[in-house]
C-alpha cells in the first residue's frame, strides 16, 4: 500500500486527477470506477476541465459506479445518477451507453446486483477503482458488519452513515436507508485502487487501516490486502 501526503483537499484533488488522466492517456479504453460524496468532487471538476481542454479524452472509457440509493428514481436530484450526471457526466465526453451505475429503480434488486457483476466481467474487470471512505469506513456502501459481501448488492445504511449524508439533505429523515454497492470481492478485484481521504473526521479509520489489521469493523482495512492500492488523503485525515 502507498501513501501520498497531500497539504490539503485541491493538492488531493490534484494528484488524483492526474492520476485519473494518466490512466485514460496510456489506455484510452480504460474502465473506470467511480465513488460519489463529496471527496471526490474537486477532482471531477478537474477531470472535467482537463476534457474541455483537450488535455484527455473520455470518448472510449467505461465508467461503473459503486453504488446507489435503493430506491430512487434517476431523476430525483438525490440520486447517484443525478450526482455523477451533475459533476462530471455531463461536462466530459463519455457515451451515455458506456456510464454503468446500479438501477436504484430496478425491480429485483438481487437480480440487478447479479446483472451489474456480469457486466463488470464481460468488459474485462475495473482497470483503476476510485474510492472515498465513510467515517465509519464503509466504501461503496459495504458498512461494518460481521458479514461482509462480494458481488453487487442490496444494504441497509447504518445509523452513522446516515447521519454523515444528511448534511446532502433538508432533513435526515429523507436520507434513504437501504443502496445497491459494489461487494467488496468487486472492489478487490480491481487492477489498481486510489483512495481518497480528507478531512478530520475521516483520520480514526484512516489510522485503523495503517494498524494493519483486517477487521469487519472497518471495511476498507480489506485494501490492506489488495497488491496495488495507493491512499491519498490530505493533512487533516492524516493528523486530525
Ligand atoms: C457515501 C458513499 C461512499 C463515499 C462515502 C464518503 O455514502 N456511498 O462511496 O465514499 O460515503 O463520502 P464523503 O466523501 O462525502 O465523505
Known amino acids: 500500500m502507498k501513501l501520498i501526503r497531500c497539504k490539503d483537499y485541491d493538492e488531493m484533488s490534484?494528484?488524483?486527477?492526474?492520476?485519473?488522466?494518466?490512466?485514460?492517456?496510456l489506455k484510452p479504453d480504460s474502465i473506470?470506477?467511480?465513488p460519489t460524496g463529496g471527496t471526490p468532487v474537486g477532482m471531477y471538476k478537474i477531470l472535467s476541465e482537463k476534457c474541455a481542454a483537450g488535455e484527455i479524452s473520455f470518448e472510449e472509457v467505461t465508467t461503473f459506479n459503486l453504488d446507489e440509493y435503493y430506491p430512487i428514481k434517476r431523476e430525483n436530484d438525490q440520486s447517484y445518477w443525478y450526482f455523477m450526471n451533475k459533476n462530471l457526466y455531463s461536462r466530459v465526453n463519455l457515451r451515455p451507453e458506456n456510464i454503468n451505475i446500479p438501477n436504484g429503480e430496478a425491480s429485483d434488486p438481487q437480480k440487478e446486483g447479479a446483472r451489474y457483476d456480469a457486466k463488470i466481467e464481460a468488459m474485462g474487470g475495473i482497470d483503476l477503482q476510485v474510492l472515498g471512505i465513510g467515517p465509519n469506513?464503509?466504501?461503496?456502501?459495504?458498512?461494518?458488519?460481521?458479514?461482509?459481501?462480494?458481488g453487487t448488492h442490496q444494504t441497509s445504511l447504518t445509523?452513522?452513515?446516515i447521519d454523515a449524508n444528511a448534511r446532502f439533505f433538508a432533513k435526515r429523515e429523507d436520507v434513504p436507508t437501504?443502496?445497491?454497492?459494489l461487494g467488496l470481492g468487486n472492489i478487490m478485484k480491481a487492477k489498481r485502487i486510489i483512495m481518497l481521504v480528507s478531512g478530520?473526521?475521516?483520520?480514526?479509520?484512516l489510522n485503523q487501516i495503517f494498524e494493519g489489521k483486517v477487521t469487519c469493523e472497518n471495511p476498507a482495512t480489506m485494501l490492506l490486502m489488495h497488491p496495488c492500492?495507493?491512499?491519498?488523503?490530505?493533512?487533516?485525515a492524516l493528523n486530525g
Not at 490534484?14 to 492517456?25: D, E, K, L, Y
Not at 469506513?137 to 462480494?150: K, Q, R, V
Request: net charge negative.
Open 200 to 205: 478530520k473526521n475521516k483520520s480514526k479509520v
Open 229 to 236: 492500492v495507493t491512499i491519498i488523503a490530505d493533512e487533516d
Open 32 to 34: 473506470l470506477g467511480l
Open 14 to 25: 490534484q494528484i488524483a486527477a492526474n492520476i485519473v488522466a494518466s490512466q485514460i492517456t
Open 159 to 161: 445509523d452513522a452513515t
Open 137 to 150: 469506513g464503509h466504501i461503496g456502501f459495504n458498512e461494518p458488519d460481521c458479514c461482509l459481501i462480494a
Open 178 to 181: 437501504s443502496a445497491l454497492t
